[in-house]
């Protein structure tokens, strides 16, 4: 790796660490603080200002919704809905453009919420029309779904199987510097030649590459959602429709 480009990334590493740790972010007490150390301590310093990665909930046009999420990243070119700035966002699934959890520390307990939270995010219908036709083999018409962890108790090898059964894009464990894909392999068609797992400071750099990956194959359109705004005209004081 060129060196100048290892000693960002490994700055990059430092700061989410050093920043989970100097937040005391291990401490349930200050849940909701390692969404923010993801947010501003990466993702908004790599990515340009013109992606929006916010907190809120998805919802599509049979009235599924996704509950709340940890981050929301939006396709550029679409928009969702809010009171305020800064205030929990209502998405419509369509201008999704991937979901990340992020958790302290990975164990088997939240591995089975995970599970949930991804079954429950792939109910939700979008409509692939606008989607590049690589993006629909890819994705079908679910939303990508990565996790983000700061600790594991779950070895790499089992992390590996984990995202490949239950079809999770990309868990990415800081401290222990790993990154695995359960749907885009690295190599050639034979499986068995396939890489799926990243370590070292590789592992940041595959996460960022799916992820922007993700967004990039990905456009919007907010026509699944006309039928029901046709049916729920509302009416103006005056009684015109």
Not at 55 to 68: A, C, F, L, M
Not at 89 to 114: N, P, W
Not at 164 to 173: M, Q
Not at 181 to 204: F, P, T
Request: glycine residues 8%; contains cysteine; aromatic residues 12%.
């Amino acid at each position: 790796m060129n060196e100048q480009l290892e000693q960002r990334v490994k700055g990059l590493f430092d700061t989410l660490m050093g920043n989970c740790i100097a937040g005391d972010c291990f401490n349930s007490d200050t849940k909701g603080y390692e969404r923010e150390i993801v947010v501003n301590g990466l993702l908004k310093v790599v990515f340009p200002s013109t992606f929006r990665f916010g907190t809120g909930e998805i919802v599509d046009p049979n009235g599924e919704k996704s509950g709340q999420l940890d981050i929301v990243v939006e396709i550029p070119t679409f928009y969702s809905l809010t009171i305020s700035e800064g205030a929990p966002r209502l998405y419509l699934a369509d201008g999704v453009a991937a979901v990340i959890e992020v958790k302290t520390k990975l164990t088997s307990q939240e591995q089975t919420r995970i599970a949930q939270h991804k079954e429950k995010l792939d109910r939700l219908v979008r409509d692939q029309s606008f989607f590049l036709k690589v993006a629909t083999t890819v994705y079908g018409k679910r939303i990508p779904y990565f996790v983000v962890a700061f600790r594991s108790d779950i070895t790499p090898e089992a992390l590996e199987l984990f995202a490949k059964e239950r079809g999770i894009d990309g868990i990415f464990v800081v401290e222990s510097q790993i990154f695995v894909s359960g749907q885009i392999g690295e190599g050639d068609h034979v499986e068995s030649n396939r890489k799926y797992r990243w370590e070292g400071l590789a592992s940041m750099m595959y996460f960022l590459e799916i992820l922007r990956t993700s967004i990039s194959l990905q456009y919007g359109s907010i026509k699944t959602f006309f039928p029901y705004f046709m049916d729920n005209q509302s009416t103006t004081g005056d009684g015109a429709t």
